[in-house]
Nanobody
Framework: VQLVESGGGLVQPGGSLRLSCAAS????????MSWARQAPGKGLEWVSG???????TYSDSMKGRFTISRDNAKNTLYLQMNSLKAEDTAVYYC???????????????????WGQGTQVTVSS
């Protein structure tokens, strides 16, 4: 299993970024995937998940600003982030889940693989 994130960078408050996660080594189209993030000095926070059938779930703090999607033809997971705030600054990770879940925190979900992360910095 290999998960490679890209698309992070420096963006001003109110701006947008789209993160990508290129997946390989497993059947992406039939797998549940998630995004999580870790801000400086804080623990890992679950952001959003998408099941193989396209069912999506979001953390309440990201709902309405972030959109998760997948392109099974490209084996790629995306996270569109709009209206970014300083508190969204973090390393963002994509992760392979063992099953479709509705858990709203990392502890309530089960992950089998993680990417290396991509840094998102929101600052003026």
């Amino acid at each position: 299993v290999q998960l490679v994130e890209s698309g992070g960078g420096l963006v001003q408050p109110g701006g947008s970024l789209r993160l990508s996660c290129a997946a390989s080594g497993f059947r992406f189209s039939s797998s549940a995937m998630s995004w999580a993030r870790q801000a400086p000095g804080k623990g890992l926070e679950w952001v959003s998940g998408i099941c193989s059938d396209g069912y999506t779930t979001y953390s309440d703090s990201m709902k309405g600003r972030f959109t998760i999607s997948r392109d099974n033809a490209k084996n790629t997971l995306y996270l569109q982030m709009n209206s970014l705030k300083a508190e969204d600054t973090a390393v963002y990770y994509c992760a392979l889940e063992t099953s479709c879940s509705v858990g709203a925190v990392v502890a309530d979900r089960t992950f089998s693989s993680w990417g290396q992360g991509t840094q998102v910095t929101v600052s003026s």
